[in-house]
C-alpha cells in the first residue's frame, strides 16, 4: 500500500517566520514529489514539485527531498498571512511510467498569524 | 479560457434526480482524473482517464458514472445520490509521460438534500 503521511498540524507561525511542512512516503521507488496548497473552500493550487534529491527553490518556497528517509519538506520563508492554507503533498511512486497517478496526503493546515 | 474549468461550480440535487458534472482542459494534457473530497478528510481518487481510456476504477458506487468522449472533456454521470456524497468533486489533468504534475479545476460543490 502506497502511503503519503503528512502532521495534520495546525502548525502556527508569525508573520515573518519560517514554516516548515513535512512528508514521509511509504513507496521507495516513488519518483515525483509535489506540494500543493488549498485555501479553504478552494480547489488545490500546485506551487512546486521535486524530482531529484537536494533542494530546489522557487521565491519564498523551498522543496526538500530526501530518498534515502523517503522524506520530502517545504519551507515557507518570510511566512504572510495569505500563506494561511491546507498544504498537501502528493507523490507518484511509478516513476517514468505512462500513468501519472499521484497518492496524496491528508494535507497540514498552516495559520500565519500577523 | 486557460487550465481546467468545471461546470457547474455548485449543484443542489435530489436523491432521485440525474445530473451531470462537465470538466474541460485546455492544457492538451492526456489523462484526466475525477477526486472526491469530503469535509475534513483527504482527497479520494474516484475515476482515472488515460488516453481516454479508463484505467483506474477505485470501488466507486455505481450511481457514479464517468464518461470521456475526448481527451479534453471529462464528465461525472449522477444518479439516485445519497446525502453522504454531498462534497467537493474536483477534476484534474496531466500528462501521461514526463512530468506528472496534475492541474485541479475549480470544483464543483455538490449538496444531495
Redesign the interface.
Known amino acids: 500500500q502506497k502511503e503519503v503521511e503528512q502532521n495534520s498540524g495546525p502548525l502556527s507561525v508569525p508573520e515573518g517566520a519560517i514554516a516548515s511542512l513535512n512528508c514521509t512516503y511509504s513507496d521507495r521507488g516513488s519518483q ?1 514529489f ?1 506540494w ?1 496548497r488549498q485555501y479553504s473552500g ?5 506551487i512546486m ?1 521535486i524530482y531529484s534529491n537536494g533542494d530546489k527553490e522557487d521565491g519564498r518556497f523551498t522543496a526538500q527531498l530526501n530518498k534515502a528517509s523517503q522524506y520530502v519538506s517545504l519551507l515557507i520563508r518570510d511566512s504572510q498571512p495569505s500563506d494561511s492554507a491546507t498544504y ?1 503533498c ?1 507523490v ?1 511512486p511509478l516513476g517514468g511510467s ?5 497518492y ?4 497540514t493546515q498552516l495559520t500565519v498569524w500577523p | 479560457e486557460t487550465g481546467v474549468t468545471q461546470t457547474p461550480r455548485h449543484l443542489v440535487m435530489g436523491m432521485t434526480n440525474k445530473k451531470s458534472l462537465k470538466c474541460e482542459q485546455h492544457l492538451g494534457h492526456n489523462a484526466m482524473y475525477w477526486y472526491k473530497q469530503s469535509a475534513k478528510k483527504p482527497l479520494e481518487l474516484m475515476f482515472v482517464y488515460s488516453l481516454e481510456e479508463r484505467v483506474e476504477n477505485n470501488s466507486v458506487p455505481s450511481r457514479f458514472s464517468p464518461e470521456c468522449p475526448n481527451s479534453s472533456h471529462l464528465f461525472l454521470h449522477l444518479h439516485t445520490l445519497q446525502p453522504e456524497d454531498s462534497a467537493l468533486y474536483l477534476c484534474a489533468s496531466s500528462q501521461v509521460t514526463g512530468s506528472h504534475e496534475q492541474y485541479f479545476g475549480p470544483g464543483t460543490r455538490l449538496t444531495v438534500t
Not at chain 1, 478552494?42 to 500546485?46: H, Q, R, Y
Not at chain 1, 505512462?98 to 499521484?102: A, M, S
Not at chain 1, 496524496?104 to 494535507?107: A, E, L, P, T
Request: proline share 5%; charged share 20%; aromatic share 20%.
Open positions: 515525483s509535489f500543493y478552494k480547489s488545490p493550487e500546485l514539485f498537501l502528493a507518484n505512462t500513468l501519472g497517478r499521484l496524496f496526503g491528508r494535507g
